[in-house]
């Protein structure tokens, strides 16, 4: 109903805004934070999704969002990795 699609549009677009914010600012300026905190939204998401995959099974698209959350994650760590390794010299 209503109080449902409130939900997820609410839900989603906080998600995707602090996910994007994160990137964005982490990326800007060379931080390392904002990136892990991004990685562990979506890494999260990720963990969510596997466990619904291993309980439910597949279903059509599944893998998508997956790769997408699964990327963001690993792209996020290796930045913000960086960015700490580039701080400290």
């Known amino acids: 109903g209503p109080h449902g699609w409130s939900t997820i549009r609410g839900d989603m ?10 990137l964005v600012w982490g990326g800007a300026r060379r931080a390392a934070t904002p990136l892990i ?4 939204l979506f890494g999260i998401a990720l963990t969510g999704r ?5 309980q439910a099974g597949g279903h ?14 690993i792209i996020s760590l290796v930045a913000a990795g960086v960015f ?4 400290r010299d």
């Open 13 to 22: 677009a906080a998600f995707f805004l602090v996910g994007a914010l994160g």
């Open 37 to 40: 905190f991004t990685a562990a």
């Open 50 to 54: 596997a466990i619904h995959l291993v």
């Open 60 to 73: 059509e698209g599944w893998w998508t969002p997956m790769a997408i959350e699964a990327a963001t994650t």
């Open 84 to 87: 700490a390794r580039a701080a």
